[in-house]
């Protein structure tokens, strides 16, 4: 099978809350938008938040939060970590992990979303990125 | 800032089980891979499956399961549907609800992944996929 992820739906409480920690927080634009979803373009992927309950009666099971992931966002300079959740957390983030070095080289922080979804900010310099964000593994 | 997400981390309890499911079930390669931690390149990103523990550690917090998230593998048939979902539950998959025809059209079903992370198998003609795995979104 094609090794290939084509949505990633997180489930949210709030439309319009979440909508300003991802449009005015991370500054994205939607590519749809109705009262139950939004979606958007992500690098070769799409994101949608969607109305937890809605999640949960087509999955049709109870969900809980904070869940056992995370997402990440890489940004080009060790200072952008600071920079962005600093950004997040005037948007509805929060911050539950302040940016520092981890073991394995680079930096990072954590910041959860307004549902509780956690997002890494890091710099990884190992990882390339092309202009269109799509990122490549590659070792440290 | 840059509409582009890095890397997805699931926390996972056993290596070799959840490696089992994506390189066995979804047929899938690692990028690399230690006693902690698996990663698989995908279409512009990277997948993760960390320890939970480990991820926990690195979040500063507990995390509970199932999430408020789903994760999608879009396939090319409607009848793809059904035989990714029954392959993927001889993997160590759990189906959580088979494979119909949802009200926006398509087709799809659900799949819990060994650590009872929600897979969406989804048949959607709308959404173009590029040979590379970039996955576009359309209006239906």
């Known amino acids: 099978m094609q090794q ?3 949505v990633i ?3 949210i409480a709030d439309l319009a809350r979440s909508r300003r920690f ?3 927080g991370f500054g994205w634009t939607p590519v749809f938008q109705n009262e139950d979803i939004v979606f958007y373009q992500m690098n070769g992927f799409v994101l949608g938040t969607w109305l937890a309950s809605a999640l949960e009666a087509d999955m049709q099971r109870p969900l809980a939060r904070p869940g056992a992931f995370s997402l990440a966002h890489n940004v080009a300079t060790a200072k952008d970590v600071k920079a962005v959740l600093d950004r997040l957390s005037q948007f509805g ?6 940016a520092d070095a981890p073991p394995h080289g680079g930096m990072r922080g954590y910041v959860a979303d ?8 890091a ?3 190992a990882w390339p990125i092309s202009p269109e964000g799509y990122v490549r593994f590659a070792p440290a």
């Open 93 to 98: 983030g929060r911050i539950l992990r302040a």
């Open 114 to 121: 307004p549902d509780d979804h956690a997002w890494e900010i």
């Open 123 to 125: 710099w990884n310099p």
């Open 22 to 24: 991802y449009c005015d």
């Open 4 to 6: 290939q992820l084509s």
């Open 9 to 11: 739906t997180l489930g």
